[in-house]
């Protein structure tokens, strides 16, 4: 996959560049705002990203500009899916402290989020009771995966740890059975990985689903 940009400098003026993801034919448009002086750019922060809510709509990260971000790949029928329930719980806990958690739901880890957009929503709010932003279900790896997945990974690869070592062959074939490419070295392993993101725009951690959602909070309240 290779980015290919479409825009113009002037100066020390702002440029805006627009980035052309082409995949399989397909030409995925985002924006991304950088400033050059001095020969320096700012680098690309999650608030030139967009998700599109469950109605299709598309939403500006930067809504969320100034927060803390616990961005989640989820699934409603996975052995991982009671993490709802802690998520909620840091949710009201710290949301007046400045935390929002972006719940992008995902079926490409064993067909386990197989549900509309509506369907997926009503689960997770009757039985969890959630209250938190839930985008439409989308893919994070391969070559329809969102481009704010694509700068995630890019940020924070996986460094192991996703599932026990005995599991690793039978998790594997549930992907690939489910996935028609192979996955990549960085890519999202299994539902419920998060990747946690400061006030200033920038991916501070990644944690694969087996990480106590304990110790995620605690990663939380450092960074409010």
């Given at each position: 996959?290779?980015?290919?940009?479409?825009?113009?400098?002037?100066?020390?003026?702002?440029?805006?560049?627009?980035?052309?993801?082409?995949?399989?034919?397909?030409?995925?448009?985002?924006?991304?705002?950088?400033?050059?002086?001095?020969?320096?750019?700012?680098?690309?922060?999650?608030?030139?990203?967009?998700?599109?809510?469950?109605?299709?709509?598309?939403?500006?990260?930067?809504?969320?500009?100034?927060?803390?971000?616990?961005?989640?790949?989820?699934?409603?029928?996975?052995?991982?899916?009671?993490?709802?329930?802690?998520?909620?719980?840091?949710?009201?806990?710290?949301?007046?402290?400045?935390?929002?958690?972006?719940?992008?739901?995902?079926?490409?880890?064993?067909?386990?989020?197989?549900?509309?957009?509506?369907?997926?929503?009503?689960?997770?709010?009757?039985?969890?009771?959630?209250?938190?932003?839930?985008?439409?279900?989308?893919?994070?790896?391969?070559?329809?995966?969102?481009?704010?997945?694509?700068?995630?990974?890019?940020?924070?690869?996986?460094d192991g740890g996703a599932y026990e070592e005995k599991l690793a062959a039978i998790m594997e074939d549930l992907y690939n059975k489910a996935n028609s490419e192979p996955r990549k070295q960085n890519d999202i392993q299994w539902n419920f990985t998060k990747f946690l993101v400061n006030r200033e725009g920038e991916v501070v951690a990644r944690f694969e689903p087996t990480v106590d959602c304990k110790e995620?909070?605690?990663?939380?309240?450092?960074?409010?």
């Amino acid at each position: 996959m290779t980015p290919t940009m479409v825009g113009a400098t002037r100066g020390d003026m702002p440029f805006l560049t627009t980035f052309a993801l082409k995949r399989n034919d397909t030409n995925i448009y985002y924006s991304k705002q950088h400033y050059k002086h001095k020969s320096k750019r700012v680098m690309a922060t999650v608030y030139d990203f967009n998700l599109k809510d469950k109605k299709g709509n598309e939403v500006s990260l930067e809504t969320y500009k100034g927060k803390v971000l616990l961005i989640v790949n989820t699934a409603t029928g996975c052995g991982f899916t009671p993490q709802y329930e802690d998520l909620e719980a840091m949710y009201r806990s710290l949301k007046d402290k400045g935390l929002e958690i972006l719940d992008v739901p995902c079926d490409q880890f064993g067909h386990q989020a197989p549900g509309t957009d509506e369907e997926i929503h009503e689960f997770c709010t009757a039985k969890f009771g959630t209250d938190f932003p839930q985008f439409k279900k989308s893919d994070v790896n391969g070559a329809n995966e969102l481009p704010l997945y694509t700068w995630l990974k890019s940020q924070k690869g996986y460094d192991g740890g996703a599932y026990e070592e005995k599991l690793a062959a039978i998790m594997e074939d549930l992907y690939n059975k489910a996935n028609s490419e192979p996955r990549k070295q960085n890519d999202i392993q299994w539902n419920f990985t998060k990747f946690l993101v400061n006030r200033e725009g920038e991916v501070v951690a990644r944690f694969e689903p087996t990480v106590d959602c304990k110790e995620v909070q605690k990663a939380v309240e450092a960074e409010l």
